[in-house]
């Protein structure tokens, strides 16, 4: 009997396997699902990491190609109509007179954009995409905007001779409130008076002493007034105590009983309110320059609901710069006790006369 033993077949090395053994194919698999789950994640929060460009920055005209503009200078009507053709874009103007405002022209190679914005340079123009392919030319609007405000009843206030606001009062009449004389650091009236054009500040010319002035070339140095009455003497005022300087230019004569032509100067003191307070300024400087001033205002509720007292003081001392001998001095104070009759705060009726020493 013959017996036929088969040997087992051995592998070289340039032989491969027909298959892959099943741990193989379990790992393979396992990895391509994991790749699959993990992998789109991945790609996710990456394109969530990538900078956007905000809405608002997008605009039609960025992605305008670039296009050769040859246009001449000359007026917006004939200038547009060649941009139009060479850009195909459609152009609209606000307003009809804009059409014959002249343009620089423009020359290269540029986007719409910046073509339009050689176009309309030196110009009072500007221009907005309203759609993709409209353009709008306006005029340049000023984004910024200013608040005036004023107490047109002053003059009224600080003299009984004018009965009607300013804003009805048939005259031009300056104002310089005192949050502008606080606010300018004013010591003297004649700083005060620079904020109204019109008026000369003289330097004692003729060997005038104090406050000398001149109103529309008219000295004015004797039309000093203090609520209404006139305040005479040739000295260096000092605003502490005043709460608006009014200047009336032209003939006053019929409202104040005299004046130049020039017109008048009129100081509107502070006066007492319900209000309780106290403020002061400390000021220092070169040359000893020490200033201080100090305002109080106290209701008096023992001689009834609608009395007041207040006291303004002032005192400024200095060296004067480049002189070792001269000096100046100021001391002065106001007591002004007030007593308002009825329930309307513009009728006033004064216990003692406004005192300043």
């Known amino acids: 009997m013959r017996v036929k033993i088969k040997?087992?077949?051995?592998?070289?090395?340039?032989?491969?396997?027909?298959?892959?053994?099943?741990?193989?194919?379990?790992a393979a698999v396992g990895?391509?699902?994991?790749?699959?789950a993990v992998g789109d994640k991945f790609n996710v929060a990456k394109a969530q990491d990538i900078p956007r460009r905000p809405q608002s920055e997008k605009s039609s005209q960025s992605s305008l190609p670039v296009r050769r503009y040859s246009i001449p200078a000359g007026i917006l009507?004939?200038?547009?109509?060649?941009?139009?053709?060479?850009?195909?874009?459609?152009?609209?103007?606000?307003?009809?007179?804009?059409?014959?405002?002249?343009?620089?022209?423009?020359?290269?190679?540029?986007?719409?954009?910046?073509?339009?914005a050689k176009l309309l340079a030196g110009t009072s123009l500007s221009y907005k995409f309203t759609s993709a392919s409209t353009v709008l030319i306006d005029l340049k609007r000023l984004a910024t905007s200013v608040d005036v405000t004023t107490n047109v009843d002053a003059l009224a206030a600080s003299s009984p001779k004018f009965s009607q606001p300013v804003l009805e009062t048939p005259q031009t009449i300056t104002a310089v409130p005192q949050a502008v004389m606080q606010q300018q650091g004013v010591t003297t009236l004649r700083d005060a008076l620079r904020n109204v054009a019109g008026i000369s500040l003289a330097a004692g010319e003729g060997g005038?002493?104090?406050?000398?002035?001149?109103?529309?070339?008219?000295?004015?140095?004797?039309?000093?007034?203090?609520?209404?009455?006139?305040?005479?003497?040739?000295?260096?005022?000092?605003p502490f105590n005043t709460e608006e300087v009014e200047v009336l230019?032209?003939?006053?004569?019929?409202?104040?009983?005299?004046?130049?032509?020039?017109?008048?100067?009129?100081?509107?003191?502070?006066?007492?309110?319900?209000?309780?307070?106290?403020?002061?300024?400390?000021?220092?400087?070169t040359d000893l320059t020490r200033r201080g001033t100090f305002d109080i205002n106290q209701p008096l509720h023992l001689f009834g609901k609608r009395a007041a007292f207040r006291l303004n003081v002032m005192a400024d001392e200095g060296h004067v710069a480049g002189r070792?001998?001269?000096?100046?001095?100021?001391?002065?104070?106001?007591?002004?006790?007030?007593?308002?009759?009825?329930?309307?705060?513009?009728?006033?009726?004064?216990?003692?006369?406004?005192?300043?020493?």
Not at 7 to 26: F, L, Q, V
């Open 7 to 26: 040997k087992p077949r051995t592998k070289t090395k340039n032989s491969t396997p027909t298959s892959w053994p099943a741990a193989y194919r379990w």
């Open 31 to 36: 990895t391509l699902v994991a790749y699959s």
């Open 77 to 116: 009507e004939s200038v547009l109509v060649s941009f139009a053709e060479t850009s195909g874009l459609s152009i609209k103007t606000a307003e009809d007179d804009i059409l014959a405002v002249r343009s620089p022209g423009v020359s290269g190679l540029y986007t719409a954009d910046q073509a339009l």
């Open 208 to 238: 005038a002493q104090g406050d000398n002035l001149t109103i529309r070339g008219f000295t004015a140095r004797n039309d000093l007034f203090i609520d209404g009455m006139r305040d005479f003497g040739s000295y260096y005022r000092d």
């Open 249 to 285: 230019q032209g003939p006053s004569s019929v409202s104040f009983g005299r004046g130049s032509t020039g017109g008048v100067v009129n100081q509107a003191t502070k006066t007492a309110g319900l209000t309780r307070f106290i403020s002061g300024d400390m000021d220092l400087g």
């Open 324 to 357: 070792d001998v001269a000096e100046n001095r100021r001391f002065r104070h106001c007591a002004l006790p007030r007593l308002w009759a009825g329930y309307h705060q513009s009728f006033q009726l004064e216990l003692l006369p406004s005192k300043c020493r």
